[in-house]
């Protein structure tokens, strides 16, 4: 167990140094900032001292706080460093990052058991509610870059369909029905997945754990830029080969034909087989032999 305890000693003395370091750096008396200025009505308190957690532990900064007599304050150091909830930016994201993958106590003591920072769950609870509706734009880390096998197929799919919502989603949008208000929402999903091999038969197998989403209840200029946009991280860049599967629904076409222009347009067999029999019906008449045929 020795190793063990001496790692963890190790990484204990590398925080504490480096929360020296970093304490030095934000309380550097020569930081110039914009709006570090008493402004009409405002009264500074200069070199405030405050507690701000980080992925090194917690630091005591001292800032000028300005208030303007009517309970309103600001601090313009940690809205430079971009401070949420007295929390790094660094550190709030590995707070979503965390809630997002388990209930906020088990998120806590992840975090203490990985990193041995102290975060109670109901601060990561509150700081995912803050941060929620911004998760989705944040960047994401990019794969290393590598040139994909030669045979494999890069696969873009997406569609919409309609979701209960709740009535103020659909304050103000028209239904199906004139006269009524809509019920319904559409929600838009999309997918990016590729393909290097075949079964016994020759079919196209998907690779596994390869397959990533994106959805979003934007109208469908913004799906398919954010498809764009995930198909790119995963090397649509690269791919040899890329294959749109759709509906054959006009709005879809024609966003995959603006977002995708090289790719390969491929009907799903679903709705090829639908449109088929409707054919064979109207030319052999229903349920006949000829039309079944």
């Not at 001496?6 to 140094?17: F, S, T, V, Y």
């Not at 020569?30 to 009505?41: A, I, K, M, S, V």
């Not at 045979?151 to 949008?173: C, K, L, N």
């Not at 347009?265 to 019906?281: S, V």
């Amino acid at each position: 167990m020795a190793p063990q305890w001496l790692e963890l000693g190790l990484r204990e003395a590398l925080r504490q140094n480096g929360r020296r370091a970093s304490e030095e750096l934000f309380n550097d008396a020569h930081w110039r900032l914009e709006g570090d200025r008493t402004e009409p009505g405002e009264k500074c308190y200069a070199a405030r001292p405050t507690t701000v957690d980080t992925l090194l532990g917690p630091l005591c900064v001292r800032r000028n706080y300005y208030t303007d007599g009517q309970g309103g304050g600001r601090a313009p150091l940690d809205q430079a460093l971009g401070m949420v909830e007295g929390c790094t930016p660094a550190l709030a994201r590995l707070m979503c990052r965390a809630g997002a993958v388990e209930h906020y106590e088990a998120a806590a003591a992840s975090l203490h058991e990985y990193s041995g920072l102290t975060v109670h769950g109901r601060r990561i609870q509150r700081m995912v509610n803050r941060l929620g509706p911004q998760m989705a734009q944040w960047p994401r880390p990019s794969p290393p870059l590598c040139l994909p096998p030669p045979d494999q197929v890069f696969y873009v799919e997406g569609d919409g369909t309609g979701i209960p919502v709740r009535p103020e989603e659909t304050e103000g949008r028209q239904g199906k029905q004139d006269g009524q208000s809509a019920k319904t929402r559409e929600v838009k999903l999309g997918c990016v997945f590729t393909q290097t091999k075949e079964d016994e038969e020759g079919k196209p197998v998907r690779d596994p754990e390869r397959t990533s989403y994106v959805a979003t209840l934007e109208p469908a200029a913004e799906f398919g830029t954010l498809l764009r946009a995930e198909a790119f991280r995963r090397g649509l860049a690269l791919a040899k080969l890329v294959v749109f599967l759709g509906d054959g629904a006009a709005w879809v076409w024609e966003w995959a034909r603006v977002n995708f222009p090289m790719a390969v347009f491929i009907l799903d067999f679903f709705h090829a087989a639908e449109h088929l029999e409707l054919l064979a019906q109207a030319l052999f008449g229903e349920k006949t032999d000829a039309s079944k045929t």
